[in-house]
T-cell receptor, first 114, second 111 residues
């Protein structure tokens, strides 16, 4: 079984709709992240959380919100989706106990906003 | 501000050696990582350098010069399966809070 899972894997929605992307992990890591990936722009950090009570904005948080329901679950919401939020979204986890911060990525959610 | 620069594309032949460079500008630098991403897949960790010098892992090596804010990934004995995108990433900020990724280098390996 995958250590980091994302649902849904693909989603098509319309402008103005609210949608939620979910991430679950079985790695036991405290740190979780949401990134979006656009062609030629690499991975850009949206939000990150270092534990259940900790939420931080990343580079591009406008138009997004997150919820850390438990250590293992981190959800990303688009309150009112717009076409330029069409992208590939990745959830990731990391272990702060290591000297190096290896990030473990989920399989991604491909989102299309019409 | 913070930024990472790496070439957008590199092409090499099977069996050859290729070097992918990365220069960075960040505050509170902690280390430089490299990730590989195949088309349709998720990024996967390759290597990490916190100190100056070369780290070797099989066919892949990674180098860091903190004084030059520069690093590279070296891939030897290239195989077709190495065709992928490669991202450098810096761990930065007070307490190593965030990892910032470069835009990625697309590597094409030709037969």
């Amino acid at each position: 079984d995958a250590d980091v899972t994302q649902t849904p894997r693909n989603r098509i929605t319309k402008t103005g709709k609210r949608i939620m992307l979910e991430c679950s992990q079985t790695k036991g890591h405290d740190r979780m992240y949401w990134y979006r990936q656009d062609p030629g722009l690499g991975l850009r950090l949206i939000y990150y959380s270092f534990d259940v009570k900790d939420i931080n904005k990343g580079e591009i948080s406008d138009g997004y919100s997150v919820s850390r329901q438990a250590q293992a679950k981190f959800s990303l919401s688009l309150e009112s989706a717009i076409p330029n939020q069409t992208a590939l979204y990745f959830c990731a986890t990391s272990d702060p106990g290591r000297t190096q911060e290896t990030q473990y990525f989920g399989p991604g959610t491909r989102l299309l906003v019409l | 501000g913070q930024s990472l620069e790496q070439p957008s594309e590199v092409t090499a032949v099977e069996g050859a050696i290729v070097q992918i460079n990365c220069t960075y500008q960040t505050s509170g630098f902690y280390g430089l990582s490299w990730y590989q991403q195949h088309d349709g897949g998720a990024p996967t960790f390759l290597s990490y350098n916190a100190l100056d010098g070369l780290e070797e892992t099989g066919r892949f090596s990674s180098f860091l010069s903190r004084s030059d804010s520069y690093g590279y990934l070296l891939l030897q004995e290239l195989q077709m399966k190495d065709s992928a995108s490669y991202f450098c990433a810096v761990r930065e900020g007070t307490g190593g809070f965030k990892t910032i990724f470069g835009a990625g280098t697309r590597l094409f390996v030709k037969a």
